[in-house]
C-alpha cells in the first residue's frame, strides 16, 4: 500500500495530516524560519539551510524575506531567479521557475487542491499539479498561480491575477481570472 507521501508524488488523492508530511513540513517551516530572521547581511541571496533544501536553488537566485514553501525539495529554481518579499510556495508537487524570472511582491503558488466533499475534506484529503514558469516570465505583485498550470517564457503575468489556464509564451495576461491582454509598451 503506497504512503501519503507516494500518493501524493503520484498525482493521487492523499491525506495531508499524515505524519510523515507534518514532518516534512515543519523542516520547511524551520528553514523558512531561519531564512526569514536571518541578518539580510548574514543571509546574503538565500539562508544556506533554505538552500539546501530546495530541489534546486543556484548561487544566483535570490529569495526576500518572509518567504514560506511548504515541503522546498519540490521547488526548483533556474539562475537568476528572483522572488521578492511575502512570497509563498505551496510545493506539494514539483514548482519549476526558469531562469532570469521574476516574482514580485506577495506572489503565491499553490499546488494543491482540497477535496469538494466537506467529510472528506476534513480528513485532509488534497491533491497536487504542479507549476511550471518558464524564463524570462515576470509576475506582479499579488498574483496567484494554481496548480496544473504552465506559464510560458517571457511571458507577463499582471498585479493580483488569478492564473487558472497555462498562459503561452510571451503573452501578457491580468485579472481573475486571468485573460490575455494586449501588452503596453
Known amino acids: 500500500m503506497a504512503s501519503e507521501r507516494e500518493k501524493m508524488e503520484a498525482g493521487d488523492w492523499y491525506s495531508c495530516l499524515d505524519p510523515e508530511l507534518d514532518g516534512l513540513r515543519r523542516k520547511a517551516r524551520i528553514a523558512c524560519h531561519v531564512h526569514n530572521t536571518m541578518p539580510p547581511d548574514e543571509r546574503g541571496a538565500m539562508a544556506p539551510a533554505l538552500r539546501a533544501l530546495f530541489g534546486a536553488a543556484p548561487g544566483s537566485a535570490f529569495l ?51 477535496h469538494r466533499d466537506p467529510v472528506l475534506r476534513a480528513r485532509g484529503l488534497e491533491i497536487a499539479r504542479p507549476i511550471t514558469i518558464g524564463a524570462d516570465v515576470w509576475i506582479g505583485g499579488g498574483a496567484i498561480i494554481l496548480g496544473g498550470v504552465t506559464v510560458g517564457e517571457g511571458a507577463i503575468v499582471g498585479a493580483g491575477a488569478v492564473v487558472t489556464r497555462n498562459v503561452p509564451s510571451g503573452a501578457t495576461v491580468a485579472g481573475n481570472p486571468a485573460r490575455p491582454i494586449a501588452p503596453r509598451g
Do not use: K, W
Not at 511548504?70 to 521557475?97: H, K, M, Q, S
Open 64 to 114: 526576500e524575506a518572509p518567504f514560506h514553501c511548504a515541503y522546498g525539495f519540490n521547488l526548483f529554481l533556474g539562475e537568476g531567479v528572483y522572488l521578492n518579499a511575502g512570497c509563498t510556495v505551496l510545493d506539494t508537487e514539483p514548482v519549476r521557475i526558469g531562469a532570469q524570472t521574476m516574482l514580485g511582491p506577495s506572489v503565491q503558488l499553490y499546488c494543491a487542491d482540497h
